[in-house]
């Protein structure tokens, strides 16, 4: 069975450039939660995709948007990148409900990004 | 608003002694609490999670953490640290609605084991 992957592992950008973030879920799971990790905090929620719509978003502005594809796989868009932008960018996916109200997350290892 | 609150940034223990690790929460109703850890290059991995039930949770790697309500806390503990268990930990609650499974993270205590 293969985990949650991400790609790339690190990536630098510059001021107002345009990053996309990748996340292939775990075989069997349709729902996908993206999180930040800034240094030395905790995640932070941005949002999370169920069957292809946005179910649920954190306090991230629109410029970060995201994607779900039909095999779950899923993107982070975010535009206009800003210096604060710099963080671990984290993927989970859970599966589908099996008579429990939260289905656990699995996490990938991440994508650093580094905005300049 | 849910909040988790871990009020150890840096605990630095031997190895072979115990170790407890502080969780605070903030949540109106029975909260589903978990505890993950981060090494190095590494994404989050579960050690355990309490949803209901009994109090005293067993986890992975010899972990087990205590639910007490009265208290608002979900303290992490160990009897015996190893080297390897240097990393950093966080303590999280699913906020909102839980079926969204937003979780909600403390901010993480980094564990340093000396030799």
């Known amino acids: 069975e293969t985990g949650v992957t991400q790609s790339p592992t690190h990536l630098i950008k510059t001021r107002g450039q345009q990053v996309t973030l990748r996340c292939s879920s775990q075989?069997?799971?349709?729902?996908v939660s993206w999180y930040q990790q800034a240094l030395g905090q905790g995640p932070q929620f941005i949002f999370q995709?169920?069957?292809?719509?946005?179910?649920g978003r954190g306090n991230f502005p629109p410029r970060f948007s995201g994607l779900q594809f039909p095999n779950y796989s899923s993107e982070l868009n975010v535009n206009a990148l800003e210096l604060d932008d710099s963080a671990l960018y984290l993927c989970?996916?859970?599966?589908?409900?099996?008579?429990?109200?939260?289905?656990?997350?699995?996490f990938g290892p991440g994508t650093r990004l580094t905005v300049l | 608003a849910q909040s988790v609150t871990q009020p150890d940034i840096h605990i630095t223990v031997s190895e072979g002694a115990s170790l407890e690790l502080r969780c605070n929460y903030s949540y109106g109703a029975t909260p589903y609490l978990f505890w993950y850890v981060q090494s190095p290059g590494q994404g989050l991995q579960l050690l355990l999670k309490y949803f209901s039930g009994d109090t005293l949770v067993q986890g992975i790697k010899g972990f087990e953490a205590e639910f007490k309500r009265s208290q608002s806390s979900f303290n992490l503990r160990k009897p015996s640290v190893h080297w390897s268990d240097a990393a950093e930990y966080f303590c999280?609650?699913?906020?909102?609605?839980?079926?969204?499974?937003?979780?909600?993270f403390g901010q993480g205590t980094t564990l340093q084991v000396k030799p």
């Open positions: 999280a609650v699913v906020g909102g609605s839980s079926n969204t499974g937003k979780l909600i």
């Open positions: 995709y169920y069957r292809e719509e946005e179910n």
């Open positions: 075989s069997g799971h349709n729902t």
């Open positions: 989970a996916s859970s599966a589908p409900g099996q008579g429990l109200s939260y289905n656990e997350q699995f």
